[in-house]
T-cell receptor, first 112, second 107 residues
Framework: DTGVSQDPRHKITKRGQNVTFRCDPI?????LYWYRQTLGQGPEFLTY????????KSRLLSDRFSAERPKGSFSTLEIQRTEQGDSAMYLC??????????FGQGTRLTVV | GQNIDQPTEMTATEGAIVQINCTYQ??????LFWYQQHAGEAPTFLSY????GLEEKGRFSSFLSRSKGYSYLLLKELQMKDSASYLC????????FGPGTRLSVLP
């Protein structure tokens, strides 16, 4: 297993377009997390899954954001009608229960 | 909810010792984690405390006091490559990160 992988690594999109990111966690990990990070800030929690169940979603997350983990393995994060303020690094991490989380390299989104 | 606080920036000299503090408020507690993040890279795991006391791991040590909602990361024998952001994260209701402390190691 090569760790957590995210695709794409970079995405440039026009304002108003929809984008979808994919995360493949470490195979035996049951928890999967999505974070957003902007320059000089810590990762901001977006949502997390235990297996296929989405257990929590940040109140800061607008209705334009949705995440799925249909079979309890990979996950997708979709942003609809992107805005310039959505430009950030989107990080995915996975863990086995409460143990340390391992991060993917992230998807850098630029909305122009 | 959860609230985590860390100093924004710190500067230290190569070979010195530096202590990065983290205070937190959380409903539920399942552990406190420290991560290192170099610019443009993903965070990497450094250490984990679930019980009070000191955990030592080579040049890095982490301390936890659950009653005080306080932790610190101690870095010894600083090297230039230790220049990075250090993130404190708490596992309460979910896994939440602090704002990070940007450490600059000077020659």
């Amino acid at each position: 297993d090569t760790g957590v992988s995210q695709d794409p690594r970079h995405k440039i999109t026009k304002r108003g377009q929809n984008v979808t990111f994919r995360c493949d966690p470490i195979s035996e990990h049951n928890r999967l997390y999505w974070y957003r990070q902007t320059l000089g800030q810590g990762p901001e929690f977006l949502t997390y899954f235990q297996n296929e169940a989405q257990l929590e979603k940040s109140r800061l997350l607008s209705d334009r954001f949705s995440a799925e983990r249909p079979k309890g393995s990979f996950s997708t994060l979709e942003i609809q009608r992107t805005e310039q303020g959505d430009s950030a690094m989107y990080l995915c991490a996975s863990s086995l229960d409460d143990s340390e989380a391992f991060f993917g390299q992230g998807t850098r989104l630029t909305v122009v | 909810g959860q609230n985590i606080d860390q100093p924004t920036e710190m500067t230290a000299t190569e070979g010195a010792i530096v202590q990065i503090n983290c205070t937190y408020q959380t409903s539920g507690f399942n552990g406190l984690f420290w991560y290192q993040q170099h610019a443009g890279e993903a965070p990497t795991f450094l250490s984990y405390n679930v019980l009070d006391g000191l955990e030592e791991k080579g040049r890095f040590s982490s301390f936890l006091s659950r009653s005080k909602g306080y932790s610190y990361l101690l870095l010894k024998e600083l090297q230039m490559k230790d220049s990075a952001s250090y993130l404190c994260a708490v596992y309460g209701q979910n896994f939440v990160f602090g704002p990070g402390t940007r450490l600059s190691v000077l020659p």
